[in-house]
């Protein structure tokens, strides 16, 4: 399943980019995100427990970014085992763009897949629930940038 979609961050884009590359950060704006350690420069473990569904899961796996040309663009991707549940592999091409001195539009490219029970579900509901975590997780992003609390 492919998504996009668009995020306009009250802050400048060099805030945005390190923002975006930041372990904690991420941490705290991705649902369900209980653990993501930095490895390398450029890679990173997690432990996401999310619910799909009836299926509520524990994913353990690595986040890479590639495709680095700061701060303008980068591709995060990312592969998860979740047990019994299945799996779930994904990525997202990740844009910035200037707003004025103060603002800047992230634009991004979602790709999704999973595999094993969860897959069972339906497309429907896999590809509603992928897009609920990925608007949740740019506009978590937004709330962080500025300050404001970010939604469970």
Same mark, same amino acid.
């Given at each position: 399943?492919?998504?996009? #979609?668009?995020?306009?961050?009250?802050?400048?884009?060099?805030?945005?980019?390190?923002? !975006?590359?930041?372990?904690?950060?991420?941490?705290?704006?991705?649902?369900?995100?209980?653990?993501?350690?930095?490895?390398?420069?450029?890679?990173?473990?997690?432990?996401?427990?999310?619910?799909?569904?009836?299926?509520?899961?524990?994913?353990?796996? $690595?986040?890479? !970014?590639?495709?680095?040309?700061?701060?303008?663009?980068? $591709?995060?991707?990312?592969?998860?085992?979740?047990?019994?549940?299945?799996?779930?592999?994904?990525?997202?091409?990740?844009?910035? $763009?200037?707003? #004025?001195?103060?603002?800047?539009? !992230?634009?991004?490219?979602?790709?999704?897949?999973?595999? #094993?029970?969860?897959?069972?579900?339906?497309?429907?509901?896999?590809?509603?629930?992928?897009?609920?975590?990925?608007?949740?997780?740019? $506009?978590? !992003?937004?709330?962080?940038?500025?300050?404001?609390?970010?939604?469970?």
């Amino acid at each position: 399943m492919d998504m996009n #979609g668009q995020e306009r961050i009250e802050a400048p884009i060099d805030a945005v980019w390190r923002a !975006l590359n930041d372990p904690e950060t991420l941490r705290a704006c991705i649902p369900g995100c209980e653990t993501l350690e930095k490895t390398s420069d450029t890679d990173m473990t997690a432990t996401v427990v999310l619910r799909v569904g009836p299926i509520k899961a524990r994913f353990e796996g $690595t986040v890479e !970014l590639t495709n680095l040309n700061p701060p303008r663009s980068y $591709t995060i991707s990312g592969e998860g085992k979740g047990g019994i549940a299945g799996f779930a592999k994904g990525g997202a091409d990740v844009s910035l $763009t200037e707003d #004025g001195p103060n603002a800047t539009i !992230l634009s991004y490219t979602v790709k999704a897949d999973v595999g #094993g029970k969860i897959a069972q579900l339906g497309s429907r509901l896999i590809d509603s629930t992928s897009r609920k975590l990925a608007g949740q997780f740019f $506009t978590n !992003l937004g709330s962080q940038m500025t300050g404001q609390p970010i939604s469970a």
